[in-house]
């Protein structure tokens, strides 16, 4: 309610075709309000982040401080764009992310068998009816390809004709409990949770080409509280998890080696951290605030990879296991997408490649048209 009478008080206008997004990150929440052209490009009205304390592993923990932050930021976002948010597509992730795969077949009704919309929708229905424990609700179905009468590989069967169709689905499920949490976490602040989407997919339409998803790629999103892993073949999602690690594994690592707080050891980290110690300058000295803020004190690059690295290879050694357990583990031909914050590392992009022996590259969201001429980084892969 306040949000909405201090926009009447500025005297905004209701824009028209606005698109949001709302990333619930463990140690950031996102938000990014677009305007949709007629010509299909987005111009970009308001993106903007806070720090997230209600949120871990990308599980809410504390609802009243994530409401907060949510609010405080959309308040913010308004006031930019210069519209009221009544409703938002929320990116999520966690480790209780899993995917199964499942087929169905079903029986085309129609007497010149041609297949319409409702035969593909009965075929996907069928397909979702797996077990599904109690507290697990499914959050995706994609298609993964289509069989008609025994010919496989169909992207799109609609007005082909045939007499029986097959689909794969990928089933993507999440604990209920932490969906819900959600759900009741951006409803508080007056906001409509239009759709939950895993932030795996959506980080990939923002950051992969499509003939890398048909080639055969891996998008891992390195958050700061959880790594996510999407896995695309001939087009289409094949492998999606979550792992319960991301960048401020090293964060705390460099504030507890160094003696400082968690906030300088992120700057740090961001702007004279380095993946691997072989790639340092020598000689090179960071003054560096102690924990209590009132000293500080020089120390080396060299010395801060020093720490950091042994993080980086215990990250991608639990990436490499887990590309291993999709078996997809180095044959890929497209590689690796390094997205989010902790792509930016210097350094990691070689000693990924070295470690996992695939090409490598990092996801910028160039795949966004927009309006102006702006252009974010992979830390905002996903909201955007």
Sequence with gaps: IERQASLVLRGSYVRKNIVVGLDLGSTKLSVAVGEANPDHSLTVLALSHLDSSGMRRGNVIDIESSVRAIDELLDGVERIAGTHISAARVGFSGTSVSTTTNRATIAVT??????????ISRAIQAARMIPVSPDRSVVHIIPRQYILDGYEGVIDPLGMMGSRLEVEVIIVTAMTSALQNIVKTV????????EIVLGSILSAEAV????EKEMGVALIDVG???SDIAIFEQGS?????VLPIGGDYITRDLAVGLRTTIDEARR???NFGYAHVDLTPDGKAVEISSIYGKESR?????????IIQPRVEELLELLNSELRRSGFSGVLPAGIVLTGGSSLLKGIIPVGEEYLKMPMRIGFPENISYGINQQYGPEYAAVL
């Design 110 to 119: 129609n007497p010149n068998h041609e297949i319409n919309s409702d035969d």
């Design 298 to 306: 020089q120390v080396s690059e060299k010395a801060i990879a020093s």
């Design 268 to 270: 740090i980290k961001e």
């Design 224 to 226: 700061g509280g959880t």
């Design 237 to 241: 999602l094949v492998f999606a998890s």
């Design 187 to 194: 409803s508080r602040t007056g906001t409509k949770v239009k």
């Design 208 to 211: 992969l080409l499509p003939a």
